[in-house]
């Protein structure tokens, strides 16, 4: 029978403080990987406690990549400028009506006004990898994602943005699966690329992070997870979980191996 634990926080504070507890005995014997030291950037940080510092108050290493890409925005939001007819002192057109009455605003003039059409968009974006992508590959495809967020922020859309990581492993009583859900982001939220930069561009989210939740979560049981932390769930595992997930039901699912390879505007239209 299939174990699943899925563990859902509404902000990287409630996530942060959910780290602070005992290792689960199933890894009591093992060598801990969220605290290796790095090994060719694989990890993204050289330990947790630097890992850690930069999910609190952001990576600038990271955030240079972003800055790099340039995206092109979309112009399917933003701010409209349309003109309206109105009574005024001075214009171009006399009010007849208006003159003959005696009242001032007796001329008729174009005012021009903004109107507003942003639109929300959430992403629900899963950023699990397997061992074999190098530290470097999930910094560059993953930038182009948050440029592109950037991109359509500056262009009237509001992006809400909560990332995903699921992992499993296969025991004789069936799999046991660990998903995390972690919202990085209210549409309406400012958009703080630094802080964004560690969790979505930065290998060390999953690869210290997320071990660290899978080492210390209360209600792992099968000790075949000191051997390599499990498999990358498929995205059509993923989806189904968050299904269930009240706050992700109606977002837009990316993962890591959909963006990987493509141009920022394929990536910009799967999310506009």
Wanted: hydrophobic fraction near 35%; include cysteine; charged fraction near 25%.
């Amino acid at each position: 029978m299939n174990h699943d634990i899925i563990r859902v926080y509404n902000s990287i504070q409630e996530f942060s403080a959910s780290l602070n507890r005992e290792t689960n005995k199933v890894f009591k014997n093992a060598e801990l990987r969220s605290n290796i030291p790095d090994k060719n950037g694989f990890k993204g940080t050289p330990d947790f406690e630097t890992a850690d510092h930069y999910l609190k108050y952001g990576d600038s290493e990271n955030l240079s990549r972003i800055q790099a890409v340039r995206v092109q925005g979309s112009n399917k939001a933003g701010t409209e400028i349309r003109s309206r007819q109105c009574n005024g002192v001075v214009g171009h057109v006399p009010n007849v009506a208006n003159y003959l009455k005696g009242v001032p605003n007796c001329m008729i003039r174009k005012e021009r006004q903004k109107f507003s059409n942003s639109k929300v968009i959430n992403i629900a974006y899963n950023c699990t990898t397997d061992g074999t992508v190098k530290g470097h590959t999930v910094a560059e495809e993953s930038a182009k994602l948050l440029s592109i967020v950037s991109a359509a922020e500056k262009q009237g859309y509001r992006v809400g943005i909560s990332v995903l990581v699921g992992a499993a492993v296969r025991a004789r009583s069936g799999k046991e699966r660990i998903i995390l859900s972690v919202k990085v982001k209210d549409p309406g939220q400012y958009l703080d690329i630094r802080k964004l930069a560690y969790i979505l561009v930065n290998p060390s989210f999953l690869r210290r992070h997320y071990f660290r939740l899978t080492e210390t979560d209360p209600d792992l049981t099968q000790s075949y997870w000191n051997i390599g932390y499990g498999y990358v769930l498929d995205d059509s595992d993923i989806k189904n979980v968050i299904k269930g997930i009240p706050s992700l039901k109606d977002s837009k699912y990316l993962s890591f191996e959909m963006i990987r390879g493509k141009s920022d505007k394929e990536i910009q239209r799967m999310i506009i």
